[in-house]
């Protein structure tokens, strides 16, 4: 081992571990407000990488239709709602709510063609179509069980991740995809090389999180968020809407996916189904945070890149078992170290 | 009255039922052999429809890559379906479950992954895949007029990563080589760069990545950034248009070797697999576009081509659906002669259920983003 493999494996590590922070932030967030551990995490990642790689390649991406067609059921689910308590007149209200940027977004795909957008556009379009398929999931799926345990919420986030695998795989078929490079430089630090593209995905991944943290710890909605996470009830007897606040931990989880896509999409190659090997390593991240610590699981989440990075150079073929494994100590050392709180119990 | 005729219907269709000749096809168009199964299942609808005027159905269920699953469908094929043959499956290990039922209900299996039983275990199982022994002895060849004296191994941590290593160390002594590394990663591996390390540190004079499809392009690039400049050989699984796609510039000048079917537009007029190769492809090409042909689709055709051959004296013995045929049609598969198909020519015997000879294999190299025939094999 000499300085140039060490910095090299470094230099690996902390790239996918950035990632691995942001999906283990994610996966934190979600738990916390709504008590999911969203194991279609990763899938956000997949899906938005994709979507760009299928813009890139100068085609409309179906997630597009998956979204509009999402967001039609939970429009049929909230006029059917309304209807049976008599409120028919929010029905305008409604759709102009729900579906207004599903529709903007198909419009725009039907009527560009994608290979005269800019490469920038290119990239934000991927992220806005991925973004609100967050809320969608939520509102179809988690907010009718909000009150089910969470044996049953993990369940059904087991369920929903595998019927996502079988959509992704029948719009983006079982090939890889690779999105085009940022940026193809490298920083020379005497016989280091950094590549850019790696320091532009740590960059965005700490940018990221301190703007979690800044908005967790010093803004209202941020604060009313964490409430709901620490008691919903006492968070909804203060005036909190908690429905909301799951939508929005879905929107925000979804949009750290489709970031996640888009930073990790030109380093590797990303096959319908590499979402759940990263929710996996990033839930691992998560764990080491307890499920609670924000900071925690990123410093956890760059553990477990760095982990991955110096194992695939020593012994390859154990590589994920040394990764999981790292769960057991974790494990034991949360379970003698904090008081086991029952379940709010419904 | 409806139940009379739906009665009638039934008896009907059980009638003709009994007359045609039945064949399961499990294969893996879900999970991680998705990219091997989903050419394979669009190719059913090219394989041959009826013959010596019986008609074949073909049953297609979807085993997700999953053993149980494999099992389960083809207890399905044996126990409800009562087919006259199994085609399964894609991979090596889904295909193994299989060949038990195969055995214990004496029917018939054509394997589409390269699965080599031994001894009474192969009675009832022909495999049409190439062995990886065969594919990799053009490589060996290749490997000599190159002066390749040490190898590094990259492969995936399953069955086809085991089984290129074990061929490639087996062999090593009496090719004059050495593998000095084996790495292993997994299909949807965010990074290889340590795997990559590893092996150019140790500064091979050739490295052979035993991956399939895309996937196998990762650590190629990633060995390229690394700045190696060997030789780089993959396997035949990794020869379809995504891979070069997704390699791009970077898989110039990497060498392996593929069935002949996909340099159908390519192969010397005299290769006996041209024509039915160049059919396949553009019956293929004009149903899923141009550039869609896979290697693991010819794999049912050739499985087609075959029971075609054997169905067809089969049926002078026996009637479909009872053991007598399925025994007839297993005894004419076993006595196949010089049947071409789209991956070379079969001759199949009792101790070679393969049957593949070198015609079976033609060495490519990737020149400007496209395959370049380097040998025809014959």
């Known amino acids: ?346 | 009255m409806k139940k009379t005729t739906a009665l009638l219907v039934t008896a009907l269709a059980s009638a003709t039922a009994m007359a045609d000749i039945n064949i399961g096809i499990s294969l893996s168009t879900t999970g991680p052999g998705a990219s091997l199964g989903i050419p394979e299942r669009n190719t059913v609808a090219l394989l041959p429809k009826e013959v010596g005027g019986e008609k074949i159905n073909y049953i297609v269920l979807d085993d997700a890559t999953d053993s149980t699953a494999a099992a389960k469908n083809a207890r399905k094929f044996v126990d409800e379906q009562r087919v006259d043959l199994i085609i399964a499956s894609s991979t090596v290990p889904t295909s193994s479950v299989v060949a038990q039922i195969a055995r214990e209900s004496r029917t018939p299996q054509i394997a589409l992954a390269p699965f080599a039983p031994t001894g009474d275990d192969k009675t009832w199982v022909f495999t049409v895949a190439q062995t990886n022994e065969l594919m990799a002895s053009v490589l060996f060849e290749h490997m000599r007029a190159n002066n390749v004296k040490t190898l590094g191994y990259i492969g995936y941590s399953d069955a086809w990563g085991d089984d290129w290593h074990a061929v490639l160390t087996s062999s090593a002594e009496a090719q004059g080589f050495t593998v000095i590394s084996n790495e292993r990663f997994n299909r949807t591996d965010s990074s290889v760069a340590g795997q990559a390390l590893r092996v150019n540190r140790g500064e091979p004079d050739a490295v052979l990545i035993g991956a399939t499809g895309t996937p196998a392009a990762l650590p190629h690039t990633a060995l390229r950034r690394l700045g190696y400049k060997g030789l780089i050989y993959h396997t035949h699984g990794a020869a379809n248009q995504s891979f070069l796609r997704i390699g791009g510039s970077a898989l110039e000048g990497a060498v392996l070797p593929v069935g002949p079917v996909v340099m159908w537009n390519q192969l010397p007029d005299s290769h006996p697999s041209k024509s039915v190769a160049a059919a396949y492809a553009r019956d293929y090409e004009a149903a899923h576009g141009e550039g869609s042909l896979s290697p693991f689709g010819a794999y049912l055709m050739d499985a087609g081509l075959l029971i075609e051959r054997a169905a067809a004296v089969a049926l002078q013995q026996a009637e479909p659906g009872t053991p007598a045929f399925r025994a007839a049609l297993r005894d004419a598969l076993e006595s196949t002669r010089d049947l071409a198909g789209t991956h070379g020519v079969y001759n199949l015997s009792a101790e070679d259920h393969f049957g593949h000879d070198e015609r079976a294999r033609v060495l490519i190299q990737v020149s400007n983003h496209q395959w370049e025939l380097l040998s025809a094999g014959d």
Not at chain 1, 137 to 150: D, F, G, K
Request: aromatic share 10%; proline share 4%; with cysteine.
């Open chain 1, 1 to 346: 081992m000499d300085w140039y493999v060490f910095t090299f494996l470094t230099q690996d590590g902390l790239t996918t571990g950035a990632i691995y922070a942001l999906i283990a932030l994610a996966l934190v967030l979600v738990f916390a407000v709504t008590r999911v551990i969203l194991v279609g995490q990763g899938d956000f990642v997949t899906l938005s990488a994709l979507t760009l790689a299928t813009l890139q390649a100068g085609k409309t991406p179906a997630t597009v239709w998956l979204l509009l067609g999402g967001a039609s059921l939970v429009c049929v689910k909230m006029l059917a709602a309304a209807a049976r308590e008599g409120r028919l007149a929010q029905a305008p209200r409604i759709l102009l709510m729900q579906m207004t940027l599903p529709c903007v977004l198909a419009l725009v795909c039907w009527l560009v063609e994608p290979a005269t957008l800019p490469g920038a556009l290119k990239v934000l379009l991927s992220i806005v179509i991925i973004a609100p398929l967050g809320p969608v999931l939520y509102r179809l799926v988690y907010q009718p069980v909000a009150q089910a345990s969470v044996l049953q919420l993990l369940i059904i986030s087991v369920a929903i991740h595998i019927a996502v695998i079988g959509i992704s795989l029948w719009i983006f078929g079982a090939e890889g995809f690779r999105t085009l490079p940022f940026t193809s430089g490298n920083l020379d630090l005497g016989e280091v090389s950094i590549s850019l593209q790696s320091v532009l995905v740590i960059g965005i991944a700490l940018a990221l999180i301190v703007a979690l943290y800044l908005f967790f710890g010093h803004t209202l909605y941020g604060k009313a968020l964490r409430a709901t996470a620490f008691n919903q009830r006492g968070a909804q007897l203060v005036g909190v809407p908690t429905d909301l606040a799951g939508s929005h931990a879905f929107l925000l989880a979804a949009i750290i996916g489709a970031v996640s896509g888009i930073l990790i999409g030109p380093i590797t190659t990303l096959y319908y189904d590499s979402g759940f090997l990263i929710t996996l390593k990033g839930f691992v991240a998560a764990i080491i945070g307890g499920m609670a610590s924000y900071p925690l699981a990123a410093a956890g989440a760059f553990l477990v890149g760095l982990l991955e990075s110096f194992a695939s150079f020593w012994v390859s073929a154990y590589k994920e078992v040394i990764v999981f494994t790292l769960v057991l100590p974790v494990l034991l050392w949360l379970s003698l170290t904090t008081h086991h709180v029952e379940e709010e119990q419904h």
